[in-house]
């Protein structure tokens, strides 16, 4: 089975400053892992995601997160937020042979003027 | 990718009643799902919806108070039954994409927010 830790449930942070939401997981087997983001009053959407090659991957906007194997950890990253970026990210993992997917507690992002 | 719909998008309901949610994906996917977002929390699975079989559920929850039905494979229906103020939760379906580039990606409906008085 596998596990995922989210260390921060809320990150408040200041429009155009960076921000990093930690993701810790525990797996027994290879795992892929995923990003998704909630806004406010809407569905999740896969803001990006790990299965193999390249442990540095990135979205269409502006984040990034990476693979670190040694440390378990899928933190993801970005270098200036926006009033936009204001949502609920968790992150989830999957077991490369398995197809269910388990999330962590979520880390609501607070982006202030 | 996958584009899931719900029916309905929300709703309030009294104790006692049933409500069934639909689920509707626009290209055939291997593998279905319904999660339950109580209020400020995370995902959780109730079950795996299976094709023409009984879904699969997760610890916690049972048939009986999450039936779920597949008949085909874009399709699917959760009814959560005998509601109490405690089944107050956003209901999301999710399909799990096919090979190709959304290999292994779960895609997830907009959701069906439930409030019971």
């Known amino acids: 089975a596998q596990s995922v830790t989210q260390l921060d449930s809320q990150v408040p942070v200041f429009e155009e400053a960076p921000v990093e939401l930690r993701c810790n997981y525990s797996?027994?087997?290879?795992?892929?892992l995923f990003w998704y983001v909630q806004y406010p009053n809407q569905g999740l959407q896969l803001l990006l995601k790990y299965l193999s090659g390249s442990t540095l991957v990135e979205s269409i906007n502006g984040f990034e997160a990476e693979f670190n194997k040694s440390q378990t950890s899928f933190h993801l990253r970005k270098p200036s937020v926006h009033i936009s970026d204001t949502a609920e990210y968790f992150c989830a993992v999957i077991a490369a042979a398995g197809n269910k997917l388990t999330f962590g507690g979520g880390t609501r992002v607070l982006v202030k003027p | 990718s996958a584009v899931i719909s719900q029916k309905p998008s929300r709703d309030i309901c009294q104790r006692g009643t049933s409500l069934t949610i639909q689920c509707q994906v626009d290209?055939?996917?291997?593998?279905m799902f319904w999660y339950r977002q109580q209020p400020g929390q995370s995902l959780t699975l109730i079950a795996t919806a299976n094709q023409g079989s009984e879904a699969t559920y997760e610890s916690g929850f049972v048939i009986d108070k999450f039936p779920i039905s597949r008949p085909n494979l874009t399709f699917s229906t959760l009814t959560v039954s005998n509601m109490s103020p405690e089944d107050s939760s956003i209901y999301l379906c999710?399909?799990?994409?096919?090979?190709?580039?959304?290999?292994?990606?779960?895609?997830f409906g907009p959701g069906t927010r439930l409030t019971v008085l």
């Open positions: 290209s055939q996917v291997t593998m």
């Open positions: 797996s027994s087997v290879s795992v892929y």
């Open positions: 999710s399909a799990l994409g096919l090979a190709g580039p959304h290999y292994n990606e779960q895609f």
